[in-house]
C-alpha cells in the first residue's frame, strides 16, 4: 500500500480525517509524516497507530490583566471589558453589542491567550482577519487565518499548526463552518473558545443577513464546553434577540455597552450640490485628515473621486467594478497613507481596521439607521475627534420609494425596508439632538449631547401647514379635474406661477392654484415635499416618483394635523461642519511637545513603510502623544506609556528612544 498523503486543497469536498476506513491512514499532516509521529506506510495487515490525542496550546498567561499589559500595553480594562473576559475565561457563553472602537476585539482575544486551546475566530470580512492578525502578530500573539487568499501548501501549515497546538488564535469566515469537512479539522485540535464577530449578519430581517450564520448555531452542540461569544456593534433589541435564539445561545450573559460614539460629531444638512458641499466640508477638516466617503452607484463613485482629485483632494474611488489590483493597491494606500480619502460604494470600510478615519461623508441616503450607524462608526475608532456628515434631499427620499416599491421582495419584505427607511428619515429630519435620536433607535435613553448640528445650532422651526395645503390641493386638483399626476418639480413649477412651456402646454396655468405659492423659493418648496414624504404626509409613486396624498393627507387638508417643518440653512459651512469638539491629536499637545510629536509620527510612517504595514500598527496617535509628552529615557520607562506591549517594547523601544534624546 503507498504511502498516505494529504490531498492538493484540505478543503475539497474529499477531506482527509482522522478516522480509520479501508485500513489506510487519513489525516492532514505534511507527506511523509505521520499522526503519531512514526512511518505513514504500514505493511499489508499491520494496524496503523491511532492519532495523536490533540495537543491544547498551553495557557499563556496567568491572568487577564497579565495579558492585557504584556500583548497590548494598557494597564487596565474599559467598560464592561473585565466582566466579558471574566465570564469566557471561567467558560460560560456572552452576547456582547458594543460599539465600534469600544474594545469588542480584546474581549475575545484576551480569554484566547489565558485559556488552554486556540480561539476560533468568525469573521466575514477577510480584509479585517488580514489586519487583525498582523497587528497580533506584531504584538507578539501566535494568530493565523485561513480564507481563500491562500495557497493549499500555506493552509496546510496553518493547520499543523493549530493541530500541533502552537496557534493563539485562529481566524476563518463563517462559510467555512457550513463544511462537514472544516468542522471535523477543528476537532482534531483544541479550542478554547469561540467567537462569532459581526453577530447581526445572523439577523433575517437586519440590514446586513447572511444565510452563513444560520450554521454556527450549531457550534454549540458541536464543541460541548467550550465557551461561546456573539458579537456586533449594530443591533436593535429585535435583532438582539434574534442573535440570541438563532446562535442557540439561552444560558449565555449579556453585555450591552452605550451605543453612543461620543467622539464622533454628526451632521445632516439638506443637499444642494452636494459635491461642492462635500468639498467644502472635507476643507473644513484638519489638514492630513483620512476619510470615507460613501456613495450609491459606481458612476457616483467615480465622478465624486474625480471631481475631488479636480480640486487638489488626495482621492481614490473603491468599488466592485474596478479590477482585483486597482482595488487592492487604493485599499493599500489608504491604509498606509495619510491624508487620503476614498470614494466608495457601502461594501469599502467593512473589512478595513483604520483606527484614524477623521470623518465618514455620505453623498446618497443610507437605506437604514443600521447602516448609517455602522458606516459612521468607522470613523474616530481610536477615539479621537471625528465627523459623520451627510447631505440629504428630496431625491434621496423619492428615490429610496422607488427602489423598495420595485424591489423584488415580497410585502413583508417591503413593509420592513419601509420601516427601516421611516427611521432614516425620521433622523435626518428630527429638530432635536440626532444622538438622541440615533441612541433611542437602538433602545438607549439619553439626553442632548452638544455635539451633534442640532445642538450646536438648533434649527429653526416654522409652521408649514398653509404650504403643505397649497401642495396637496394643486394634486389633488390635477387628479380630480384632469387625472394627471407629476413629480415635485413639475408640482413646484405651478405653485411658484413658473411661466415654462410644459406649464403652458398642459394648460396648467388655468388652475385655480397655479402661483399661489410664490412667497416660497424653489429650495424651500423641495424642503416642504421632502419633508412631508420623510412623514408620510405625502407618497411618491412608479417609476418617475410622481406625488400623491397618503390615507394621513386628509388631517393636513383638514386642518387638524401640525406640520412643524424645520428650515433649512443653505450655503455655509456651520461651526458644526468642522473638526468635532477637541482639537486635533497634534493641536492637544503642548507647543514645545509638538515637534517630538511630528518627529515620532515620520519615524513611524517610515517603519511602517519598511514593514508594509500600516502605521496604526506600529503604534498609535494616542501612543505617539504620550511618547512626546511623558519623554522616556529608558526601556523600563517604556513600560509605562499605554499601548507599548513587551513586544513592542523590544522591537521599537531603542529607536523610540533615539528619536525622544535628539529633541
Request: net charge negative.
Amino acid at each position: 500500500m503507498p504511502p498516505a498523503e494529504p490531498p492538493a486543497d484540505p478543503y475539497g469536498d474529499e477531506y482527509w480525517e482522522p478516522d480509520y476506513e479501508g485500513g489506510a491512514v487519513t489525516w492532514g499532516g505534511a507527506p511523509g509524516d505521520s499522526p503519531a509521529g512514526g512511518s505513514s506506510s504500514g505493511a499489508r495487515g499491520t494496524e496503523p497507530k491511532p492519532p495523536a490525542l490533540p495537543t491544547a496550546r498551553p495557557s499563556r498567561y496567568a491572568s487577564a490583566l497579565e495579558a492585557l499589559k504584556t500583548v497590548y500595553g494598557y494597564d487596565a480594562f474599559r467598560g464592561d471589558q473585565a466582566a466579558i473576559v471574566d465570564q469566557v475565561i471561567g467558560g460560560g457563553d456572552a452576547i456582547v453589542l458594543m460599539p465600534t472602537g469600544g474594545g469588542k476585539s480584546v474581549t475575545y482575544q484576551v480569554p484566547a491567550l489565558v485559556r488552554e486551546g486556540t480561539g476560533l475566530v468568525v469573521s466575514p470580512l477577510i480584509a479585517l482577519m488580514h489586519d487583525q492578525v498582523d497587528a497580533l502578530r506584531a504584538n507578539g500573539v501566535n494568530a493565523a487565518y485561513l480564507n481563500s487568499t491562500q495557497s493549499p501548501a500555506e493552509r496546510a501549515q496553518i493547520e499543523r499548526e493549530y493541530v500541533s497546538g502552537q496557534l493563539d488564535l485562529l481566524y476563518v469566515a463563517p462559510e467555512r463552518l457550513n463544511s462537514e469537512a472544516t468542522l471535523r479539522f477543528l476537532e482534531r485540535g483544541v479550542l478554547s473558545g469561540i467567537a462569532m464577530d459581526e453577530a447581526h449578519c445572523v439577523s433575517q430581517w437586519g440590514h446586513d443577513f447572511r444565510p452563513d450564520y444560520l450554521a454556527l448555531g450549531g457550534l454549540g452542540e458541536r464543541f460541548p464546553g467550550v465557551p461561546r461569544m456573539a458579537l456586533t456593534a449594530t443591533a436593535t433589541p429585535e435583532t438582539h434577540r434574534e442573535i440570541t435564539e438563532r446562535l442557540r445561545m439561552p444560558d449565555a450573559k449579556h453585555f450591552v455597552a452605550s451605543f453612543d460614539r461620543p467622539n464622533i460629531r454628526y451632521r445632516i444638512e439638506a443637499k444642494t450640490e452636494p459635491r461642492k458641499q462635500l468639498l467644502a466640508f472635507i476643507r473644513a477638516q484638519p489638514e492630513g485628515s483620512a476619510g470615507i466617503v460613501y456613495a450609491l452607484s459606481r458612476k457616483s463613485v467615480e465622478e465624486t473621486a474625480a471631481f475631488l482629485a479636480g480640486n487638489g483632494i488626495d482621492a481614490i474611488p473603491y468599488h466592485a467594478g474596478l479590477d482585483a489590483a486597482t482595488r487592492s493597491r487604493h485599499q493599500s494606500r489608504f491604509l498606509r497613507e495619510d491624508g487620503v480619502v476614498v470614494v466608495a460604494t457601502i461594501a469599502f470600510g467593512m473589512g478595513i481596521d483604520k483606527p484614524d478615519v477623521r470623518f465618514v461623508a455620505h453623498v446618497d441616503l443610507p437605506k437604514s439607521v443600521e447602516g448609517y450607524y455602522q458606516e459612521t462608526g468607522r470613523a474616530g475608532r481610536d477615539g479621537e475627534p471625528a465627523v459623520a456628515w451627510m447631505a440629504y434631499g428630496l431625491g434621496d427620499v423619492v428615490q429610496q420609494r422607488r427602489m423598495i416599491q420595485q424591489g423584488e421582495g415580497d410585502r413583508a419584505i417591503q413593509q420592513r425596508q419601509q420601516q427601516h427607511l421611516d427611521a432614516m428619515l425620521a433622523l435626518c429630519e428630527t429638530v432635536e439632538c440626532r444622538r438622541q435620536n440615533l441612541l433611542a433607535y437602538f433602545g438607549q435613553e439619553s439626553g442632548p449631547c452638544g455635539n451633534c448640528d442640532t445642538c450646536l445650532e438648533p434649527p429653526e422651526v416654522w409652521d408649514g401647514l398653509v404650504p403643505a395645503q397649497k401642495l396637496l390641493s394643486t394634486i389633488v386638483r390635477l387628479k380630480r379635474e384632469r387625472n394627471q399626476a407629476f413629480g415635485a418639480g413639475h408640482l413646484i413649477d405651478i405653485l411658484r406661477g413658473a411661466a415654462t412651456d410644459r406649464v403652458r402646454k398642459m394648460r396648467h396655468d388655468e388652475l385655480s392654484t397655479y402661483g399661489i405659492g410664490n412667497d416660497l423659493s424653489e429650495q424651500d418648496w423641495r424642503s416642504v415635499i421632502r419633508q412631508l414624504l420623510a412623514r408620510g404626509l405625502l407618497v411618491a409613486q412608479g417609476e418617475y416618483g410622481t406625488l400623491a396624498l397618503s390615507e394621513a393627507s386628509a388631517g393636513v387638508l383638514r386642518g387638524e394635523t401640525p406640520v412643524g417643518l424645520r428650515r433649512d440653512v443653505i450655503g455655509r459651512v456651520s461651526r458644526s461642519a468642522g473638526g468635532a469638539r477637541k482639537a486635533s491629536t497634534a493641536d492637544q499637545l503642548a507647543p514645545d511637545d509638538r515637534p517630538l510629536f511630528e518627529a515620532l509620527r515620520a519615524w513611524r510612517a517610515e517603519q511602517a513603510r519598511e514593514q508594509g504595514v500600516p502605521a496604526y500598527i506600529v503604534f498609535g496617535d494616542a501612543t505617539l502623544r504620550a511618547l512626546a509628552e511623558h519623554r522616556p529615557a529608558s526601556l523600563s520607562a517604556l513600560d509605562g506609556i499605554t499601548g507599548i506591549g513587551a513586544k513592542k517594547r523590544d522591537a521599537y523601544g531603542d529607536a523610540v528612544l533615539e528619536v525622544i534624546a535628539a529633541h
